[in-house]
């Protein structure tokens, strides 16, 4: 290694520092660096800074690191916050997971009790041998006794399948945990029905867990995708990928070039796009992440207990039934039992109230916060909807009634759009997608995208242009 490199990364940052914009040229000059060397200074700067790359009408490439640098690690006090407050309902959660399982564990043992009496009683009446049914039994009897510890409720992260929220949209969810007698029965019937008592009760009050994209699914999903496309991605096309704003795809193209020791071009068009030929070369033919369109996977509803309907009546009877046995021992016709004893009044009164009260405002309050995720959750998915139509429809301008009208044809089983709502939405996509809206000669709403279809014309171009080399070629020297 050069000994000077150990000061090309820092030298960079500190002129980075000081200006908001520059070109490797700007760069070179006033640091002192050679060209090839500032080239891949900014490259490790990418990886680490959040950057955007611009393109000027004659053709030059400006790097953008904003007015002062910012990691793409680096979190905002609100982040901080919100990570604070998870923390802190994750340690409750668990707290009042271990309560419940509290509660939980004094009905098991005498349940336990009477169970284990009957046994002794069939053991010592009966003339047929019962050990074998015995010990069944009291393997059923632990196995319900350790679920009431296993506080996941799901069967894991990697086993879903999938449903449809109520506007006819399928999503994945994952698999529930299933109940023990359930899952000795033997018997055939979906997650949800053979989901488990004790599941239901913790999912009754704190909601089941939405499938969640794995840290690294997008970078892993760009991989395929360049490995199908000879190498190539632009901004646009990675918008089709993640959805994201055209703020987002343009900082994930700067980190995904400096990741993966890609190079950016520009096409005769203007059109920025990234080249990431050295990552395509492959000696194994092991399939990456699949490639799915932004489009092509809808948002996970927001539930707000996961269960079926008799079940969550059970469980409200239930803990109604606590609540009120546990008023009538303070105030009612039992308050001689706590008037009498400290304990009594304790125990049989002012905890299992407070847990049952507690027991009905988590999910009470629960249902305010979904009411407003879950009107996000179905405009994300109309915004889905309207893309895919734009992208694989648009021949330069849509009008409002054309996109409508091509949404409700691509999914003809989901829920039917009007064009009042797609009007709504459209609102956000013109501005990701840095398009126009305009009114025609006909009162028409007209949405028009040049840009979009001149950089995906100009991908297929170049692309086609472009020789395939992703092989290797053969082994000429083995040390």
């Known amino acids: 290694m050069n000994k000077n490199e150990k000061y090309y990364l820092p030298e960079l940052e500190k002129y980075a520092g000081r200006t908001k914009q520059f070109t ?50 680096a979190k905002s006090f609100g982040e ?6 998870a923390m802190f309902w994750k340690a409750f959660t668990i707290m009042y997971k271990f309560m419940i399982s509290a509660f939980l564990v004094v009905y098991f043992v005498v349940f336990l ?13 009966g003339k047929n041998d019962n050990s074998k049914g015995a010990g069944n039994m009291i393997y059923v009897l632990f196995r319900i006794f350790w679920s009431i510890f296993e506080w996941n409720t799901i069967m894991g992260y990697n086993r879903t399948y999938r449903t449809k929220d109520s506007y006819g949209y399928t999503y994945k969810h994952y698999t529930e945990k299933e109940g023990i007698l359930a899952g000795m029965s033997g018997k055939e019937g979906n997650s949800k029905d053979k989901k488990g008592f004790v599941a239901s009760v913790y999912d009754f009050v704190f909601g089941p867990p939405r499938v969640e994209i794995h840290p690294l699914a997008n970078m892993q999903e760009l991989a395929t995708y360049l490995r199908q496309n000879k190498g190539l991605v632009s901004t646009y ?72 309907a008799e079940r969550d009546l059970g469980i409200f009877a239930m803990n109604a039934f606590n609540l009120i046995l ?17 304990a009594a009044a304790i125990f049989l009164g002012w905890v299992p109230l407070i847990y049952s009260l507690v027991f009905f405002i988590i999910p009470a309050v629960r249902y305010l ?61 013109i501005y990701d997608l840095e398009g126009e809206s305009f009114v025609n000669n006909n009162a028409e709403v007209v949405y028009k995208f040049e840009r979009l279809d001149q950089e995906l014309d100009d991908m297929d171009k170049i692309r086609a242009e472009k020789k395939d080399d992703s092989e290797l070629g053969k082994i000429v020297f083995e040390a």
Not at 113 to 125: D, K, P, Q, R, T
Not at 326 to 342: D, T
Request: hydrophobic share 40%.
């Open 80 to 85: 901080y916050f919100n990570d604070f407050l």
């Open 113 to 125: 009790v009477i169970v284990l009496a009957v046994i002794i009683g069939v053991m010592s009446g």
């Open 237 to 308: 096309e990675i918008q089709s990928l993640a959805g994201w704003t055209r703020a987002e795809a343009q900082s994930f193209m700067t980190q995904a070039l400096g990741n993966y020791n890609g190079k950016a071009e520009i096409s005769d068009n203007a059109v920025l796009y990234g080249d990431f030929t050295e990552l395509i070369r492959r000696k194994d033919n092991i399939e990456g992440a699949p490639v799915i369109f932004y489009w092509d996977e809808f948002e996970p509803d927001y539930e707000l207990t996961g269960n079926k």
């Open 369 to 429: 916060a979904i009411i407003p995720q879950k009107r996000k959750q179905h405009l994300m998915n109309v915004r889905k909807r309207l893309m895919m139509a734009i992208y694989q429809e648009s021949t330069g301008q849509l009008t409002l009634n054309q996109l409508t009208e091509i949404a409700n044809k691509q999914h003809p089983k989901e829920e039917k759009l009007n064009p009042k709502l797609v009007e709504k939405v459209m609102m956000d996509v």
């Open 24 to 73: 490797i040229n700007d760069a070179a000059s006033v640091t002192g660096l050679p060209i090839l060397e500032t080239e891949y200074a900014i490259k490790d700067m990418m990886e680490i800074y959040n950057c955007k790359l611009k393109v000027t009408e004659s053709g030059n490439l400006i790097y953008d690191f904003g007015p002062h640098l910012k990691r793409r690690d």
């Open 326 to 342: 546990s008023a009538i021992v303070l105030w009612g016709p039992l308050s001689g039992l706590s008037q009498g004893s400290i």
